[in-house]
């Protein structure tokens, strides 16, 4: 089983995100902590994807075709730290 923390500041910000990406979010939350990595390789949909450059280290999911969650998984420990919800800039 994995935990999922979330950066305070994210904690702040999650009042203006829209309530149907919040809904997706939760969803993808609860298949992280039941399934870790591999539950979200297995949806296609959420194209789940290692980021490069300043990133490196850090992996994307999208939650719909603007919104992605940012995060950074500790396999070790089996910890993920979802460090930001935003819409992506194209």
């Given amino acids: 089983m994995?935990?999922?923390?979330?950066?305070?500041?994210?904690?702040?910000?999650?009042?203006?995100?829209p309530k149907d990406i919040m809904k997706r979010y939760e969803l993808w939350k609860r298949i992280v902590e039941l399934e870790g990595l591999q539950g979200l390789r297995v949806i296609k949909s959420l194209h789940d994807e290692a980021l490069k450059g300043e990133w490196q280290g850090y992996r994307s999911s999208r939650l719909n075709l603007k919104w992605r969650v940012i995060y950074k998984p500790c396999a070790e420990h089996f910890e993920i730290y979802v460090i930001d919800i935003n819409p992506h800039k194209y």
């Fill in 2 to 17: 994995w935990v999922v923390f979330e950066k305070k500041s994210l904690i702040k910000s999650i009042s203006k995100i």
